[in-house]
């Protein structure tokens, strides 16, 4: 009884640890890389006035500023969450359009600059889910060892029913000494 609370405790600490000192600086960090990506969004604007499509511009400055401002909000919760938004037509053609008028871009410099915003967003979902780490990780260490167990006895029995298939033809049709006998 002792062990486990010392167990608890220190699993605690390091929940605490992470949720009050490390989470948060980490955040803020990756929101100084969303203000520097964006300065150069708007730099790279003011550079190619001329030849910068607006309606991309506006599309990534909104992007990063809303990344920016929903930062804490990135967790597993909140992904699942938003996998599961399927009759808004309104936010998925929003999304469609962004993929669309990214993708069709003539600047790489814009291709770049969105894949950074979107590296920013993954950061910060693992950045915010981390002090559940020590509880994740055992669980999916379980879950994808069931799985392989499970797909290796899996592959294991239907090996031994194509066997014991073979074995049981050769024996009823008097081939005991036939090569399928011993094929395993």
């Known amino acids: 009884m002792a062990n486990l609370f010392i167990i608890l405790f220190i699993f605690a600490m390091f929940h605490f640890i992470y949720e009050s000192i490390l989470s948060p600086m980490f955040r803020m960090e990756i929101r100084y890389k969303l203000f520097e990506t964006r300065d150069k969004l708007r730099n790279f604007k003011l550079k190619n006035i001329e030849d910068c499509d607006n309606e991309t511009f506006q599309l990534?400055?909104?992007?990063?500023?809303?990344?920016?401002n929903i930062?804490?909000?990135?967790?597993?919760?909140?992904?699942?969450?938003?996998?599961?938004?399927?009759?808004?037509?309104?936010?998925l053609s929003e999304i469609g359009k962004h993929t669309e008028l990214i993708k069709n871009s003539k600047f790489d410099e814009l291709k770049k600059i969105d894949?950074?915003?979107?590296?920013?967003?993954?950061?910060?979902?693992?950045?915010n889910s981390g002090g559940w780490i020590y509880i994740v990780v055992p669980i999916v260490f379980l879950i994808f060892?069931?799985?392989?167990?499970?797909?290796?006895?899996?592959?294991?029995?239907?090996?031994?029913?194509?066997?014991?298939?073979?074995?049981?033809?050769?024996?009823?049709?008097?081939?005991?000494?036939?090569?399928?006998?011993?094929?395993?």
């Not at 894949?115 to 950045?127: C, D, F, H, Y």
């Not at 290796?152 to 081939?175: C, E, F, N, Q, T």
Request: aromatic letters at 14%; glycine letters at 4%; a positive charge.
């Open 60 to 68: 990534l400055d909104e992007y990063a500023s809303k990344t920016i």
């Open 71 to 91: 930062l804490p909000l990135y967790n597993f919760s909140n992904l699942y969450y938003a996998s599961k938004v399927k009759g808004d037509e309104k936010l």
């Open 115 to 127: 894949k950074e915003i979107t590296r920013a967003a993954v950061k910060s979902l693992l950045v």
């Open 145 to 184: 060892s069931v799985a392989l167990i499970t797909h290796s006895y899996g592959k294991l029995r239907s090996k031994l029913i194509d066997s014991s298939y073979k074995i049981s033809y050769a024996g009823a049709s008097g081939a005991y000494n036939s090569h399928l006998m011993y094929e395993f």
